[in-house]
């Protein structure tokens, strides 16, 4: 079994910043993509940022150049850092692994979600 925990929401002014991180722990033999959705009310999961395991990464282009998407492969850890934050990137963020886990089966899993409010 495979666990991903989130950190670091939280309540920001317009124009603030915030770092999320998320842990994946268990059964982990590897990690492909790692990566954060969001889901704001009344809207459909989007995809913010991803990475892969050499370091690409890609964006919703309404976050590009405010949004950073990076990881640390020796702690299994993938991190979001949010700058010159809109209320509209208020939503639920989630994390993503796509893992290879020791039996050598691929799954995606996800984080239980973390608040962003975006607010004055």
């Known amino acids: 079994q495979v666990q991903l925990v989130e950190s670091g929401g939280g309540l920001v002014q317009p124009g603030g910043s915030l770092r999320l991180s998320c842990t994946a722990s268990g059964s982990i033999f590897s990690i492909n993509a790692m990566g954060w959705y969001r889901q704001a009310p009344g809207k459909e999961r989007e995809l913010v940022g991803g990475v892969g395991n050499g370091g690409s990464t890609r964006y919703v282009d309404s976050v590009k150049g405010r949004f950073t998407t990076s990881r640390d492969n020796a702690k299994n850890t993938v991190y979001l850092q949010m700058n010159s934050l809109k209320p509209e990137d208020t939503a639920v963020y989630y994390c993503?692994?796509?893992?290879?886990?020791?039996?050598?089966?691929?799954?995606?899993?996800w984080g239980q979600g973390t608040q962003v409010t975006v607010s004055s």
């Open positions: 993503y692994a796509n893992v290879e886990n020791i039996w050598r089966r691929n799954y995606n899993y």
